[in-house]
């Protein structure tokens, strides 16, 4: 009970004086990090401190699918640290984000529709003492990018201070998600040119060898009754020609067929699974990607098939709540790694 008459009485601190600095600290953890999700985390930290609160989560809406996925979480309630308790399904904040009624000057605190069950039944262990939270929405230039909530213990009203600097943190963070993406949009396009320029070339390439292959057969057509040596040498050079072309083709439709990154660079590709897992099933994925050197797009495809059925087998069997994949590549080659909290299994 002491803690929270201590939160309650931390939210009643002026936030005067607080702004430039919470503000400035905000900036830097979302500038100084190319990790969405640790800058996300460190920013939850600091506007959960403003209130005087701890618990929070960030949601964020995938452009691709429509849906929402966790991007960031501290401290979460027992009660949802439960996978099936945070899937993307809707709720009072997504509801009220996805109708346009939750904006960036209506800011307040609504009560947790995710934790009312365990509220109703008393479960004072498994909500930690919470009921409500703070929904902040996350928008930028107007486009609705995602929600961010900051658990507390009850119902209350915000303080004007307190309302302007949570809309000047919406924006702030709005922006930095926006960079991100248009960073990896950036990426994306400049794979998709590559491969156009791969294809081209392949097929301008291709052309020359038929070229050159048709030319053979002409000659040794022209010489095949009075130098049918010549002529065999000629038709020989063809066969051997022909062989080496459709090899060639062989390698580079391998090389660019349809793949399951679209165009994505793996880690970018991986992040995308992540959050589309989460957002089907509550379990967090946390995508880590250290790499100084390329990867073949044959074997970027591969890797990335084969996360997808080891998050499969978590789903299928590990009861976990937490994944962990990373990737780093260097001189010594490449190396993926699937983890996760799950109940695991006995290797004999």
């Known amino acids: 009970m002491g803690a929270v008459t201590k939160q309650i009485a931390r939210v009643t601190e002026p936030a005067a004086g607080r702004d430039p600095r919470l503000l400035a600290a905000i900036g830097e953890a979302l500038i100084g990090t190319a990790d969405v999700r640790a800058a996300l985390e460190r920013t939850l930290h600091l506007v ?16 691709r699918t429509g849906q929402f996925y966790t991007a960031g979480v501290r401290d979460l309630p027992p009660y949802l640290r439960e996978p099936v308790r945070m899937t993307g399904s809707s709720c009072t904040c997504i509801r009220l984000f996805r109708s346009g009624d939750l904006t960036p000057a209506n800011i307040e605190v609504l009560k947790c529709s995710r934790l009312e069950p ?5 479960d ?13 929405p996350l928008s930028f230039q107007g486009r609705p990018l995602g929600i961010m909530n900051i658990a507390a213990p009850t119902r209350r009203a915000l303080t004007a201070d307190e309302s302007r600097l949570l809309a000047a943190v919406a924006h ?10 248009l960073a990896e949009e ?15 070339e392949i097929h301008d390439t291709l052309a020359q060898d038929l070229t050159a292959i048709g030319l053979h057969i002409e000659g040794a057509l022209r010489q095949l009754e009075a130098r049918p040596e010549l002529a065999r040498r000629r038709l020989t050079r063809a066969l051997e020609m022909t062989h080496e072309s459709i090899e060639e083709a062989r390698r580079a439709v391998l090389d660019l067929r349809a793949s399951p990154l679209d165009g994505r660079p793996l880690a970018e590709a991986l992040a995308a699974l992540g959050r589309a897992f989460t957002s089907e099933t509550g379990i967090r994925v946390q995508t880590r990607a250290d790499s100084d050197r390329s990867i073949p797009l044959l074997m970027e495809g591969e890797l990335f098939r084969i996360v997808q059925e080891a998050v499969a087998n978590v789903r299928r069997h590990a009861a976990a709540t937490e994944i962990v994949v990373a990737l ?6 490449v190396r993926l790694t699937i983890s996760d909290n799950g109940r695991g299994f006995d290797p004999a």
Do not use: F, K, Y
């Open 328 to 333: 780093r590549t260097g001189s010594d080659g």
């Open 118 to 122: 365990a509220v109703e039944a008393q």
């Open 186 to 200: 950036g990426t994306r396009l400049v794979r998709v040119e590559e491969r156009a320029r791969i294809a081209r």
């Open 124 to 136: 004072l262990a498994g909500t930690a003492g919470l009921r409500a939270h703070v929904s902040i």
């Open 48 to 63: 959960a401190e403003l209130l005087g609160l701890d618990a929070g989560w960030v949601w964020l809406l995938d452009p």
């Open 172 to 181: 702030q963070v709005g922006g930095a998600i926006e960079r991100a993406r």
